[in-house]
C-alpha cells in the first residue's frame, strides 16, 4: 500500500516562500511520475506541477515561482514555492501515478495572507 504525507504548509505574507514535503511509504520506482495539486475554497482542485523522468512541467499561473524536485533515496517529493501570492491560498495535494492508479495525501493548507 502506498501513503503520502505532506508537510511544511503554514501562514505566509505575499511575498514569502514555503517548501512543501510529500514523504511517501511503500515500494515506488523513480520513474513514476509525481506531482502537486491544490484546491482552493469554492474552487475545482487544479493541477500545479508534475516531476518525471524526462523532466518538470508546471502550470502557466506558477510556472518561474514554483519548483518541483524529488530525493529518490528518501521517496520525498517537495515543492518550493517563492513569491507567493493571496491567489496561491489553497490546499496542496501530492500525488503519485503508478502504473495501476494514482495515490493521494490527505493535504496541506498553505495561506498567503498579510
Known amino acids: 500500500q502506498v501513503q503520502l504525507v505532506e508537510s511544511g504548509g503554514g501562514l505566509v505574507q505575499p511575498g514569502g516562500s514555503l517548501r512543501l514535503s510529500c514523504a511517501v511509504s511503500?515500494?515506488?520506482?523513480?520513474?513514476?511520475?509525481m506531482g502537486w495539486s491544490r484546491q482552493a475554497p469554492g474552487k475545482q482542485r487544479e493541477w500545479v506541477a508534475t516531476?518525471?523522468?524526462?523532466?518538470?512541467n508546471y502550470a502557466d499561473s506558477v510556472k518561474g515561482r514554483f519548483t518541483i524536485s524529488r530525493d529518490n533515496a528518501k521517496n520525498t517529493v517537495y515543492l518550493q514555492m517563492n513569491s507567493l501570492k493571496p491567489e496561491d491560498t489553497a490546499a496542496y495535494y501530492c500525488?503519485?501515478?503508478?502504473?495501476?492508479?494514482?495515490?493521494w495525501g490527505q493535504g496541506i493548507q498553505v495561506t498567503v495572507s498579510s
Open positions: 511503500g515500494t515506488i520506482f523513480s520513474t513514476w511520475p
Open positions: 500525488n503519485v501515478q503508478t502504473p495501476v492508479k494514482a495515490y
Open positions: 516531476i518525471t523522468s524526462d523532466g518538470t
